[in-house]
């Protein structure tokens, strides 16, 4: 939520900020800004909508200036318009900052401002933080770095923050807490934004701000203390990033690319990992925490949206194979009641960001409580990898199109791997069900490419329901994560609503809602549930519900009832997930196109959600 960049070093800041701004257009784009310090003065720039607006208001007239900073906001205080978009100056217009996160006490901070003879223009929490620094820096006649110190000790909320002021033209002070910001170290520059895009092109060396430190750059060198005023040493990591994994590479949208890719993204994830001709299976994330899993009495999965959808088919896998008890939460849900949790619990952590913040809290929460806290994640270096105690990457590559897509099929392969390391450490898996499941996990990159090969069927189908307004996805078993997550791809994308069920549960309720209109996409793959599932296909059929199936190929029973069928390689059903999903993906993306909806950038959503 909110992307931030800046810039300091010899080179025109303007386009290194608006490619920077590109970048992290996913956290956000409901407005964009950057501010530049020319002759001791900042220039401010800001525009509702995406980063193209703003680059057409600038129009070519910013060049020269080799110290700025920029912003892509997604609103939480005030209106996505103009005035509300940052960056922000301070009252008297020294001060010029860029915020992503939230300042809970920022009401009564503005009121004692105001009462002080300040006004503000905006309505943001933003305008109230730098004016707050200001104030602070006439009060006690401060050095910038003291007022924004003092400043951090006394504003409660999220926030990484990057400030330039004209008093010391030649300087960037930044700091952060729950909220990400990464620094980079070029050659007499230095790149600060709200993840490594923005900077991959420039330098691999980064620095990941720790939660309460101050960055302060000062031309070209820098130091980083915490608000005790202590020089702290930073880490210098090497970035493993391809540049070209950043863009679209020849596909319309990153969506589709990244729907396309996950053959490779599959087998990247299980790469020097998985071994079928040794049956070794390696996760070098979890080491240390690999008997206290084994032992473990019960594990709870914290997630959100799409990741949380991968948690719901884990908790069938662990317990089916390693016969562990398993209880899926929203991370937002846990964070907030008083979950029993006892020492020595299994807390997993799924994300594809690694800084949504609900999951954040919530394994705070758990570390609090005793619980050892392994993460499941994407984004390499991020807050969730950081804080939890071990854990096992996706590598999966940077996912831009908003949707989850190749990251949920990469969090399935890696929740399979842990399932199965752990049965075979547990002894609940027998010799021969291991080795053809580690065989089956081997193939599913080719037979996800097969499902690929159908994506002229899905769109031919979605053509005929574009206009309908409802749909119910149904599926069972290991299929009914996927109904809820085939739902959700299409009313983020489509804004179509949808509903997933497990097949059997609508007849308690859902099934009225059926009649000649209402299109119901059942995952009817050939497994364990199959004969309940067709009953269910004739359930919705006796209502003159519209059925589109998903099958394995080779069915001759369902195609005689379903209105269409869309065939996918078998697998086993711990696997079919990794199958099924696949063209409930690529039928909300051509219905999303077909709507005229931005697929990578959805209305109201952002990529990373960084605010609770
Ligand atoms: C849906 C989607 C979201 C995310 C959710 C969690 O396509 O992308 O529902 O899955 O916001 O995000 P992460 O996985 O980054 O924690």
Redesign the pocket.
Known sequence: MCGIVAYIGAKDAYPILLKGLHRLEYRGYDSAGIALIDNAEIHVHKKAGKVKNLERFVNGSESGSTIGIGHTRWATHGLPNDLNAHPHLSANGSLVMIHNGIIENYGSLKQDLINRGYSFESDTDTEVFITFIEDIQKEGNHPLEDAFRIALTKVIGAYAVVIMSTKEPRKLVAARKGSPLVLGLGEGEFFLASDATPIVEYTNEVIYLKDEEILIINDDHYEIKNLDDVAQSPYIETLDIELETLEKGGYKHFMLKEIFEQPNSIRDCMRGRLNVDTGELVLGGIREYANALANAERIVIV???????AGLVAEYLFEDLCRIPVEVEY?SEFRYRNPVINEGDIVIA???????AD?LAAIELAKNKGAIVLGV???VGSS?ARNSYEGAYLHAGP?IG????K??TA?LTVLTMIALRLAAKKGTITDTKYHELLVELDSIPDKVALALKLNDKIETISDLFKEAQNFLYLGRGYNFPVAL?GA??LK??SYVHAEGYPAAEMKHGPIALIDEKMPVVVIATRDSSYDKVVSNIQEVKARKGVIIAIVTEGDELIPTMADFTIEIPATHDYLMPLLSVIPLQLMSYHMAIMRGCNVDQPRN?A???TVE
Do not use: P
């Open positions: 997630a959100c949206g799409t990741s949380w959808h991370a799924i994300s594809q960001s690694g800084e949504t999951t994640v994407n984004t969730i996912e908003v949707a989850s897509t990251a949920f969090q997550e959700l791809k983020e994308i959503l990529k990373s959600v």
